[in-house]
């Protein structure tokens, strides 16, 4: 099974920006991997923020976007709010199989 | 709105078994595939298994492929999953999602979990 690989923790400063990214272990990401990015604060379920690749929900904020980048799959969080602080994880598409990435601690600080 | 949710979580033997319900309500049960999706407590996600609308098309992760069995009830609106032979790395917040859009199985809407706890 393939793996997919985030990066385990990241700061980023209140107004400041940072990109969170999702590799495989098969190569390039592409958007035939249709990459879903989703959102975790502590204690609560999982919410989809992107879908396919750059796509967002109406409830996704407006700060974050996503694409592909370097040969991974990109979350860019812009203007960055102490409510992001959150656990972010991607999920990749193997011909049917999903697979999610172990997540990255986003900390606003 | 659409709402997800999960009942049926709770403390177990290893070797046991459990029945996990989901009540649909807010969308057209039947034009979406629906998903399981556990957390380990402190852990990351990870899939389990996911249904299409008809019920045609069944996914299992390796981990759960000959113990677990998901199934649905489109007339009631509900998704189950039915976990047998259940071991301590079973236990896990498990998570019922329908899928995004119609025809596809990744998780649009989450509903808020049942903890499955698996102990002696």
């Known amino acids: 099974q393939a793996v997919v690989t985030q990066e385990p923790s990241l700061t980023v400063s209140p107004g400041g920006t940072v990109t969170l990214t999702c590799g495989s272990s098969t190569g390039t990401v592409t958007s035939g991997h249709y990459p879903y990015w989703f959102q975790q604060k502590p204690g609560q379920a999982p919410r989809t923020l992107i879908y396919d690749t750059s796509n967002k929900h109406s409830w996704t904020p407006a700060q974050f976007s996503a694409s592909l980048l370097g040969g991974k799959a990109a979350l860019t969080l812009s203007g960055a709010q102490p409510e992001d602080e959150a656990e972010y994880y991607c999920l990749l598409s193997y011909s049917g199989a999903w697979v999610f990435g172990g997540g990255t601690k986003l900390t606003v600080l | 709105q659409v709402q997800l949710v999960e009942s049926g979580g709770g403390l177990v033997k290893p070797g046991g078994s459990l029945r996990l319900s989901c009540a649909a309500s807010?969308?057209?049960?039947?034009?979406?595939?629906m998903i399981w999706i556990r957390q380990a407590p402190g852990k990351g996600l990870e899939w389990v298994s996911y249904?299409?609308?008809?019920?045609?098309?069944?996914y299992y992760a390796d981990s759960v492929k000959g113990r677990f069995t998901i199934s649905r009830d489109n007339a009631k609106n509900s998704l189950y999953l039915q976990m047998n032979s259940l071991r301590d790395e079973d236990t896990a917040v498990y998570y019922c999602a329908r899928g995004d859009y119609g025809g596809t199985s990744a998780p649009g809407v989450w509903g808020q979990g049942t903890l499955v706890t698996v102990s002696s």
């Open positions: 249904i299409s609308n008809r019920g045609s098309t069944i």
């Open positions: 807010g969308f057209t049960f039947s034009d979406y595939y």
